[in-house]
């Protein structure tokens, strides 16, 4: 039964690395292998390698060369915006300005943070997966120091209306910063002109390789350090420098923020036919998240009586890769955060599929999850005694 296909569909977790990217880095583990910090000529070769890619970044963002941060991912920017800022800042203030939907990388930071004597607001959203800017306006007090908002949700792909987030948090002069990891290379970003302090993304979402990631940080902003040690990265980001990753990050932001447009076009075409005929072809299945302020690629849809784990794996089976919401299986009871946050019961948060399309799917892929996906929610419902007996009671007993 088990087929050869392999139908990746979950680029929100990881994408692949191209090709190009890969040989761009490869030189750097053999050839060049220098340590930046020391003077001699491979020494150099390193450290023009960094500087190129610092130059890339700053280009895909628009910021200046020297506001790039390179650090081991999208948790480490996300720990050193919030924590870096909130110690950094805490005289003036102890208040931190957060979502309900935020990535755990932010919302643990800042459940951290809570028992380190800050204190923090998780603003709502509505049940699209949009935070309200009304909202976040009122949720400001003198003490905020920080606003922490996603740019791109993991999930749901839901897109914040960042440009206006960013000019409320200028407006009371407190810091911005967003989460970016899911936009980059799919939504243009201008920090200068969005009015973000301070930005996080990761090479492995968008192309790149794992384990490396940057944080912009606007000129001026007092934060401090998370990694103690040498003086790398303009003494405040110590350790020697990744340096084969750094120049894959800087490999691939340069092609996914070269032609934006175009690649959404092909990616959001082929996620709107599959998200229509999903919804046509399988009765009590819904979509999650707004169906225009989306991640291109992004399709997450609840399917009532089925629980998703059992799904994945029967998707699995098929070489379908998605991802769901749920976590019966895993021995969490709890649904998605984020699920909930938007309003769901938990019922049918642990039916959701997350599907996350990237630029090696084919309209071909598409045709095959439509011809076996509604096989499979079926299969799953006729062993459902949720879906027998069609009670919405339980969720995690199928
Ligand atoms: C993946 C992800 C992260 C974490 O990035 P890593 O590089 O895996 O540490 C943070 N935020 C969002 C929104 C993500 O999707």
Redesign the pocket.
């Known amino acids: 039964m088990a087929s050869k296909r392999l139908i990746y569909m979950d680029h929100?977790a990881t994408t692949y690395t191209k090709p190009e990217v890969v040989n761009a880095m490869l030189p750097y583990f053999t050839e060049y292998f220098g340590n930046p910090s020391s003077i001699y000529g491979i020494a150099r070769d390193s450290k023009k390698a960094v500087d190129t890619a610092r130059a890339q970044v700053a280009k895909a963002l628009g910021a200046d060369v020297d506001e790039i941060y390179f650090t081991s991912?999208?948790?480490?920017s996300?720990n050193w915006a919030i924590k870096g800022v909130a110690y950094s800042n805490r005289k003036k203030g102890t208040h931190i300005i957060t979502t309900q939907i935020e990535?755990h990388?932010?919302l643990h930071t800042c459940q951290f943070l809570e028992k380190e004597g800050f204190a923090v607001t998780y603003l709502p959203v509505d049940k699209y997966g949009l935070v309200d800017p009304t909202e976040l306006e009122r949720a400001i007090t003198d003490k905020t120091i920080l606003i922490s908002i996603?740019y791109a949700?993991?999930e749901i792909g839901t897109i914040e209306p960042i440009t206006e987030l960013g000019t409320i948090a200028r407006k009371h002069n407190i810091y911005f910063h967003t989460?970016a990891?899911?936009a980059i290379g799919n939504v243009p970003i201008n920090v200068k002109e969005q009015n973000i302090d301070l930005l996080?993304l990761?090479a492995?979402?968008f192309y790149g390789p794992?384990g490396v990631?940057a944080l912009y940080i606007k000129k001026g902003v007092r934060i401090e350090n998370l990694i103690h040690g040498g003086g790398q990265e303009r003494k405040k980001r110590a350790g020697t420098e990744n340096i084969a990753g750094i120049v894959g990050l800087g490999k691939a932001i340069e092609i996914v923020t070269a032609d934006i447009p175009n690649h959404n076009v092909k990616i959001k075409s082929m996620r709107d036919r599959l998200l229509k005929q999903v919804l046509e072809k399988i009765p009590h299945s819904q979509l999650n998240g707004h169906p225009e302020k989306r991640l291109p690629g992004n399709f997450n849809v609840s399917f009532e009586f089925i629980e998703g784990e059992s799904m994945l794996l029967w998707l699995d089976d098929e070489g379908i890769c998605g991802s769901t919401g749920s976590a019966c299986t895993s021995g969490s009871l709890e649904p998605s955060h984020v699920l909930l946050a938007t309003g769901l019961s938990p019922e049918v948060a642990h039916g959701s599929l997350r599907l996350t399309l990237g630029d090696a799917n084919t309209d071909q892929d598409i045709d095959y999850v439509l011809d076996v996906l509604p096989k499979v929610v079926t299969k799953l419902r006729e062993m459902s005694p949720l879906y027998l007996k069609s009670t919405k009671e339980g969720g995690c007993n199928v």
């Open positions: 929100s991912g999208g948790s480490e996300d990535h990388a932010v996603m949700n993991n989460d990891v899911q996080s990761s492995h979402k794992k990631g």
